[in-house]
């Protein structure tokens, strides 16, 4: 099941919504964050005018989203002259797993109109990294990877910044939902410091986006420069600029996770 098969699963269902998630997208308990957010946001969308863009979605990680069929719920907290807010949850034999916030606003005039630059990698020898089953996490084999700056998970590294260029192995034209599996793929930068496996976890999420359209874009070499601003009493603090194949900025992301170690 690749990533856009995933989000064509996710049908109405009464008042709510299904979706599934193969073991394929899972990373050791739990299902992909990128997928579990981009389930939820497709549940979204059948409550949202397609004229109205995804400008920011906050996620909560309750409990592990296992392999399956999960429910989804969605309903509109509000809906002004421009914007709506949305909330979503992903749920598995009745408990809530996933909470979701987004808010959908249409364009406004105005006189700003600036955007982040990417700044050039030097890179003598970018490391591509190929998929390792039982050794890495089971969603890892829908990307293909090439790591331009910063440590491996587990290296025992110092570095707090990488670079990772990232294509997505599927098929059709890119949209929002793909955006969150992009911003979701770098593992937490803490791990890197680490000599031997250790796990980590997300805790909450918060992403905004910066374009209104993705599908020009294509699906291979995006990249996402991120950087880990704190870390203590076991909780990281990371950020992530995504960007597209061509420089284009696409996100800012901020996350904030927990490691066992």
Same mark, same amino acid.
């Given at each position: 099941?690749?990533?856009?098969?995933?989000?064509?699963?996710v049908?109405?269902?009464g008042?709510?919504?299904?979706?599934?998630v193969?073991?394929?997208?899972l990373?050791?308990?739990?299902a992909?964050?990128?997928?579990q957010?981009?389930?939820?946001?497709?549940?979204?969308?059948g409550?949202?005018?397609v004229?109205?863009?995804? #400008?920011? /979605?906050?996620?909560?990680?309750?409990?592990?989203v296992?392999?399956?069929?999960? &429910?989804?719920?969605?309903?509109? %907290? *509000?809906?002004?002259?421009?914007?709506?807010?949305?909330?979503?949850?992903?749920?598995?034999g009745?408990?809530?797993?996933?909470?979701?916030?987004?808010?959908?606003g249409?364009?406004?005039?105005?006189?700003?109109?600036?955007?982040?630059?990417q700044?050039?990698?030097?890179?003598p020898?970018?490391?591509?990294v190929?998929?390792?089953?039982?050794?890495?996490?089971?969603f890892?084999?829908?990307?293909?990877? #090439?790591? /331009?700056?910063g440590?491996?998970?587990?290296?025992?590294g110092?570095?707090?910044e &990488?670079?990772?260029?990232?294509? %997505? *192995?599927?098929?059709?034209?890119?949209?929002?939902?793909?955006v969150?599996?992009?911003a979701?793929f770098?593992?937490?930068?803490?791990?890197?410091?680490?000599?031997?496996?250790?796990a980590?976890?997300?805790?909450?999420?918060?992403?905004?986006?910066?374009r209104?359209?993705?599908?020009?874009l294509g699906?291979?070499?995006?990249?996402?420069?991120?950087?880990l601003?704190?870390a203590?009493?076991?909780?990281?603090?990371?950020?992530?600029?995504?960007?597209?194949?061509?420089?284009?900025p696409?996100?800012?992301?901020r996350?904030?996770?927990?490691?066992?170690?």
């Open positions: 099941m690749n990533f856009s098969q995933a989000m064509r699963s049908i109405r269902d008042d709510s919504w299904r979706g599934e193969g073991t394929d997208w990373q050791g308990r739990s992909f964050g990128g997928l957010a981009a389930l939820g946001l497709r549940a979204m969308r409550l949202v005018p004229e109205l863009a995804l #400008r920011t /979605l906050q996620v909560t990680f309750l409990a592990p296992p392999a399956g069929s999960v &429910a989804i719920r969605a309903a509109c %907290l *509000r809906k002004g002259s421009s914007t709506m807010h949305v909330e979503a949850g992903l749920y598995a009745g408990q809530l797993l996933c909470r979701l916030l987004g808010v959908f249409c364009a406004r005039p105005s006189v700003l109109d600036f955007q982040p630059r700044q050039a990698v030097d890179v020898a970018a490391r591509e190929p998929y390792v089953p039982a050794a890495m996490p089971a890892f084999q829908h990307f293909r990877v #090439r790591w /331009l700056r440590d491996l998970p587990f290296s025992g110092t570095q707090r &990488a670079v990772v260029q990232v294509s %997505l *192995r599927d098929d059709g034209p890119p949209d929002e939902t793909h969150l599996a992009f979701d770098i593992p937490p930068l803490a791990l890197g410091m680490f000599t031997q496996p250790t980590g976890s997300s805790l909450t999420w918060m992403l905004e986006l910066l209104t359209r993705y599908d020009d699906l291979d070499d995006w990249r996402i420069d991120a950087t601003l704190a203590r009493d076991g909780y990281t603090n990371q950020s992530v600029m995504l960007w597209g194949p061509h420089g284009e696409l996100a800012l992301s996350q904030s996770m927990v490691v066992f170690g």
